[in-house]
């Protein structure tokens, strides 16, 4: 089955007034999964999402337009990764997705497996 951007529905984050927004599409509610979880990411200029970590699910970001910030790890770690670039997270990670850029991030990330349970939320990794 084709998705056609026109049918995906973008909901904007929770996020501080004030604040650049993160949109997720999920595509989810167009095709159902069997083994993986998959959204699209769209981050205005300094939008950054919360520091957090998946117990069971490996996380793949593939960057489809600018440059995804993504602090990795225990101590943090900055990993910048570029337009047609991909970055794979371990299950038990912690990970926070920025856009340090001044232009739109646009995300696809993929997980596997697919998990319902809320991520753990840990303190933000960006002073």
């Given at each position: 089955?084709?998705?056609?951007?026109?049918?995906?529905?973008?909901?904007?984050r929770?996020?501080?007034?004030?604040?650049?927004?993160?949109?997720?599409?999920?595509?989810?509610?167009?095709?159902?999964?069997?083994?993986?979880?998959?959204?699209?990411?769209?981050?205005?200029?300094?939008?950054?999402?919360?520091?957090?970590?998946?117990?069971?699910q490996?996380?793949?970001?593939?960057?489809?337009?600018?440059?995804?910030?993504?602090?990795?790890?225990?101590?943090?770690?900055?990993?910048?990764v570029?337009?047609?670039?991909?970055?794979?997270?371990?299950?038990?990670?912690?990970?926070?997705s920025?856009?340090?850029?001044?232009?739109?991030?646009?995300?696809?990330?993929?997980?596997?497996?697919p998990?319902?349970?809320?991520?753990?939320?840990?303190?933000?990794?960006?002073p």
């Amino acid at each position: 089955r084709v998705m056609r951007p026109d049918e995906l529905q973008w909901i904007t984050r929770p996020h501080e007034q004030g604040e650049p927004a993160r949109h997720v599409a999920e595509l989810i509610e167009l095709e159902p999964f069997a083994y993986m979880r998959a959204s699209l990411w769209r981050y205005e200029p300094g939008a950054m999402g919360r520091r957090h970590r998946h117990p069971r699910q490996e996380e793949t970001f593939v960057v489809l337009e600018g440059t995804l910030s993504i602090y990795v790890g225990e101590p943090p770690v900055r990993q910048d990764v570029p337009r047609g670039g991909a970055i794979r997270i371990d299950p038990g990670t912690p990970l926070q997705s920025v856009n340090h850029q001044d232009e739109d991030l646009l995300v696809y990330v993929y997980g596997t497996p697919p998990e319902t349970d809320h991520a753990e939320v840990l303190d933000s990794a960006v002073p």
